[in-house]
């Protein structure tokens, strides 16, 4: 269960990390990782969840991943995914992905991967939510 200071630190460093690939314009592409190396951090993150590992940087991975989804910080167990497929036509590396978290129904969702080092992978609803968009 996320508590209050969970919560602002959640918020905090994804926002801290939208601020820093917000400034700057057309040098925001040396914020945007390879799609390979965006899905390789995408798969090492789920996967990670997966294992029980409790929500944190992943510092086992080279470059060092962030994950920001609000329901594995929160303790929702993830029981299966799979990466369906890049989404095209986004500025960042996005994915669509079939998950199943434990007694929930399977649903669709899409995350987008950036910077470069560390990575940084958000599920998108979470993206959003800490951009105000």
């Known amino acids: 269960m996320m508590n209050g200071h969970s919560v602002c630190r959640f918020g905090w460093g994804a926002a801290l990390v939208v601020m820093a690939l917000g400034c700057g314009g057309a040098s925001t592409a040396r914020y945007i990782p ?8 995408l798969q090492t993150a789920l996967t990670t969840w997966q294992s ?63 910077g470069i080092d560390p990575l940084h992978v958000f599920r998108d609803a979470d993206y959003k939510k800490a951009t105000g968009l």
């Open 52 to 114: 029980g590992t409790a929500h944190g940087p992943i510092t086992s991975s080279k470059p060092e991943i962030n994950v920001f989804d609000a329901r594995w910080q929160a303790g929702k167990k993830l029981e299966s995914f799979e990466i369906l497929e890049e989404v095209t036509g986004q500025e960042q590396p996005h994915f669509q992905v079939r998950l199943k978290l434990e007694g929930q129904p399977e649903e669709t969702a899409t995350y987008l991967v950036v």
């Open 34 to 41: 390879a799609s390979g190396s965006a899905r390789a951090a």
